[in-house]
Every structure is written in structure tokens, then in C-alpha cells.
């Protein structure tokens, strides 16, 4: 009772500081950040008028959708960033969403680094290659590019038509000749800047061409090429005639295979969103010089609940905040919201004015819903496939509980696996499979406390009995009203429970749940001799899995899983507890030290290279340790 009527106390103690927090917000624009009771960002928002907006979340009229109403019971605590205008708050939002990726703020669910093409520019002669890093250094960027074989497709063309360098050799104005061209300067198919062979206007020049047909411009360089093959042969030089002839030939057939010529010269990105029972999706098409030249899309997570505008806003949002290029027109299927914030931030980061516009006849309409025929074409994919795989799973499971005659299908699954080293340091793990799915949220991780020695089964019984243990006193705070099940999650018991081993670890297992007083099925995962899933051990009956396909796929997913977690868990324990000895070695330094010190420089590896200064400057080490820190580290140095 007395450490449930401290949790009360704390509770109490933090409403009070949130009541306090909220009568003293600002009415400036900003960011405001919502946390949870672990100091997690769980949201991310923007306001123009931070007492406003963020005091309304704590109101039933502010809490009128189910989302919301969610999020609010586990927001804890909340900070706010002060800005000049609401565009800057925008900004700080993008940047805050992009680094903490809250669980309530609609994401790309493929938020995957995409590749992009580089050119760059800042170097004396510029290269031109494949790059998923976008940094401020002068270099210009065209993309992304979720097709990666467009992508290269593309590289190799501009390899084709402009004979640029690709090696990293620094070569400036002054660098002279350097010895030893690379096999593309004898092929040719690099110019040899390196041989002193190009001028750097000449080389430039070539740089501005590439530049244009990345900008999708391609009829304007054809118009280039044909105007310089016809100059160089009036002036009788015919083999510089015949290379601007070959790349007006390559370069001519590319642009013929482009059918979706819209009549216009405007640079555009199409966007619409198409919403499917599971996702949404937005999909985008890219029109340069009146040309599609690229599309892409994108699958959105925590926008079920969310209106469509909203989604728009949040994507355009996500998507923009990094993109090399903002074409001077959005032509969307509906408005997104905060629009004429947006349209202002874009112009922003164009330079020049930069439109959203939802067409309603026309071509651009007819374009819109052209992307909006794609989109639904992709979640109505992405539907079959999500069924197939999702009946494949219950199949799986319908047919483990035939196998070893269970009353019903195991649709909460978990497994538990010991990992040591000559039973140095053991670890146990837990992971966790609903419907076929695993379930991060319910994976947990143990150190073992009572066994020394090489011992798995009485490392699974010791992790069964304290995992078990658990459930039952959550079970008991839940009945006492002390507890809500939403936030107990050892209190949901699984239909199977599986060991990675035999019948020792089984038996282990048994022994455990019995002592909880807990029935349980158990069974063993059992390996062949290449260490592939092989087989199901249930009551002394060993099943082989070679007759249930489905089985075998589920089961081998769930034995790799819990194997490459405890294996993680086991690696990240000798690592700390190496690095704790270490620091343990050197007189002085006790456990706060020891903590204040790894903090600090973010891990060992940074301390061992710190000087004598910086670790002194670290708050709480004092002359002397700094001294034995720098010296430990650098005596043979």
C-alpha cells in the first residue's frame, strides 16, 4: 500500500505542476511538445497562439476525437519553444517530427532514405553520382528516386552522353598534371581534368548540360546539341560534330519513350491522397518542363483518425522539409490545411512564389485525378497483399493448434531464448507474436540473477517464473482497481508459449508456470543440423514442420526473431559491463564518477581520446580525477 500511495502522491504532484504550466503559457507562436510519464515525445504540434492551442487539449471539447483522447492519457508533461512567426514554428516542427518520429504524429510509414543524384558543384571539376545523404554543401540534388533502377538508368545515360569524372581525385586550378590516369580517361569516358586535358569552362559547360537534363529540360538540350553539331561542322571540325551528333541520337531516344507530354512549360509536382481501410497513401508525380519525369509514393502511419486535409498538410510538411527542388506549382485534389502557411514557408524555401492549387476542370484536374487513379491502384495492391499474407498467418496458426491439439489457435504467441558466453554475462528475452505479427512493444529482456554457469534451462526457468510472477501481481493491482490493463502488459497471458531448445528447456518452463500456478501450453523450437527450424517438440512428440509450410515460415520467423534479440541484448551487456570494469580499474573513480563521465562523452571510445582539460571540465570531476582518467588512458601514449 505504501508504494501505491506514493505513485498516488506523484500523480497528484504532476497535475499540479501541469495546472501551474498551462496558467503561465505564452500567447507567442511556437512548437509544443507532449510527453508521456517515460520523458518520451509522443506529439509534435505548431500554434499560432501556444496559450490557446495547447490549453485546449486538456478540455473535453478539445479531446473531441478518439486520437486525441488517446494521446491525452499518456501525456504526462509537455514543453513549449517560443518563435518569432508561425513559419518559423512550422519549420521547428518539421525538423522536431523528423528527429523524434512521435507515435502521434502522422508519419511516412517508408520513411527510408531514398537515393538521390549529387552534382558538386563547389568542386573545381564536379562529380555526378548516387548519394541517400543530402547535406548544405553547395552540392545540388534532383530526386528522390524510390525507383533506384530508374535512378541508375539515368546515371548511366549522363555517363553515355557527357564524359565526366567519377574518381575522387582533388584537382584544382593549381593541382597541375596528376600521373597515372584511371581506365575511363583511356577508354574515353572521362575528359582527364587529372592530364590537364579539359578547361575548366569546357568541363562547366558540361556540367550545365547534365544540369538540364536532370531538370527534365530535355528538349532544350536537343536544341543545344543540334545547334552545336551543325557549328562544329560548318567549321570543319568533324569529330567533335560526330560526338555532339552520337549524344543528340542517345539523348533523342530517352525523350521519345517520355508519352506523357502535357502541353505546358510549368514545373509542377501532382499530389493526391487516396485513403485505404489499413493506410493512406499519397502518391506524386513530378512535371518538368511539361513533361512527367518522375513518380513516387508514399504510405502514411497515425492518420487514421486524422481528416484528410490534415494528412495533406502533414505530408507536405515532411516531404518539402528536405526536397532539393520546389517546383513553383502543387496541384492537389483538395486543399490541405494550414495552406496559405505552407504556401508561404515554400516560398520561402524556393525563393520564388510557390502556389497550391486544386484544379476543378481541365487538364490539371485531369492530371490530378490521373495520380489519384495510381494511388488507388497501389492500396488497392498493397490490400491484396496484406489479405494474402494475413490468411497465410491464420492458416499457420489454425494449423498449429490442429498439429498438437490445441481448443483454439495460439493468436498470442510468445517465446523466450537465453543467450551467454561460456555462461559469462546471461541474458534471457522475450518476444511477442499477436495474430502472426510481431509485437515490439511486448518484447522484454532479462538478466539472469541466479544462475553462474552454462545452464539454459535454468535460465528459462528463472525468466518464466519472474515473467509469470509479474503478470499475476499486475492481474491482482488490476482487480484492486490500483492499475489500468492498458498499461499492464505482462498481465495478458499467451495461448502458446514457446522455448528455443528441447525437452530440458521445456521441462524448465513447466516447472516454472506450475509453481505460478499458470496453465500454459509450452513447446520447443527445434533446429536441424544446418541451425534452420526444423521441427515442433509438444508432450514428448516431436513434429516435423516439413508437411506444414505455413507452420514452418511462422515458426522460423519467431525462432530467428527471439534468437537475434537475445543475441543484441547479450552483445549491449558485455559492452557495458567491459566498459564499466575498465573504468572501474582507475583509482578514484566510483560509480557516480564513472556514470558522469560516459554521459558526458556519449560512450568509452570518446573518454579515451578526451584531453586532460575536457575531462576536467566535466561537471563533478575533480583535479585529481581528471589526472588518473587522462593518465589510465594515455600512459603508454
Known sequence: MDRINKERI????????LREKLDNLPKQPGVYIMKNNKKETIYVGKARSLRNRVRQYFTTAGQATPKVRAMMQHVTDFETIITDTEVEALILECNLIKENRPKYNVLLRDDKSYPYIKITNKEFFPR???TRQIMKDGSRYFGPYTDVGALNETLELIRQLFPIKRCNKKISQNSGKIDRPCLNFHLRQCLGPCQGKTHKEEYQEMIRQVTLLLDGKENKLLNELEQKMRQAAEEMQFEKAALFRDQWTALKKVTEKQKMDRGNEL???????????????????????GKIINQHHHFLKGEEQEESSKILASFLKLYYDNAPYIPIELLMAEEPADKELIEHWLT????????????????????????????NILIEQREKS?????????????EIAGMINLQQPPMLIEAIDISTTAGTEPVGVMVVFKDGIS???????????????????????????????????????????????????????????????????????????????????????????RHRTSALLYEGTKYDLRAYKEV???????????????????????????????????VGIGEKSRRRLLEHFKGIQNLKKATYDEIKAVEGINTKQAEAVHYYFHKNG
Not at 501532382?270 to 518542363?289: K, P
Not at 553462474?452 to 510472477?469: A, L, N
Not at 514457446?498 to 508456470?513: C, K
Not at 525462432?559 to 582507475?586: G, M, N, P, Y
Open 267 to 289: 514545373d509542377q509536382d501532382v499530389i493526391a491522397l487516396v485513403r485505404g481501410n489499413h493506410e493512406s497513401c499519397v502518391q506524386v508525380f513530378s512535371v518538368r518542363d
Open 10 to 17: 506523484k500523480q497528484m504532484g504532476e497535475k499540479e505542476m
Open 128 to 130: 555526378v553520382f548516387k
Open 386 to 398: 496484406r489479405q494474402k499474407k494475413e490468411s497465410e498467418r491464420i492458416q499457420a496458426l489454425h
Open 439 to 529: 509485437n515490439k512493444s511486448g518484447y522484454r529482456r532479462f538478466k539472469i540473477r541466479n544462475i553462474t554457469t552454462p545452464d539454459d534451462p535454468g535460465s528459462i526457468y528463472e525468466v518464466v517464473k519472474r515473467r509469470f510472477k509479474r503478470g499475476l501481481n499486475e492481474a491482482q493491482e488490476i482487480a484492486d482497481g490500483n492499475k489500468e490493463m492498458d498499461t499492464s502488459s505482462f498481465a495478458y497471458f499467451p495461448d502458446l508459449l514457446l522455448v528455443d531448445g528441447g525437452v530440458g528447456q521445456i521441462s524448465a518452463a513447466l516447472r516454472a508456470l506450475e509453481e505460478c500456478n499458470v496453465t500454459i501450453p509450452v513447446a520447443g523450437m527445434v533446429k536441424d543440423d
Open 552 to 586: 514452418w515460415r511462422l515458426l522460423s520467423k519467431i525462432q530467428d526473431e527471439v534468437h537475434r534479440f537475445a543475441i543484441e541484448f547479450h552483445r549491449q551487456r558485455r559492452s557495458k559491463v567491459l566498459t564499466e570494469s575498465e573504468l572501474d580499474s582507475i
Open 348 to 375: 520561402e524555401k524556393k525563393g520564388r512564389k510557390a502556389t497550391i492549387k486544386t484544379p476543378q476542370r481541365g487538364e490539371k484536374r485531369k492530371l490530378v485525378e490521373l495520380v489519384q487513379k495510381n494511388a
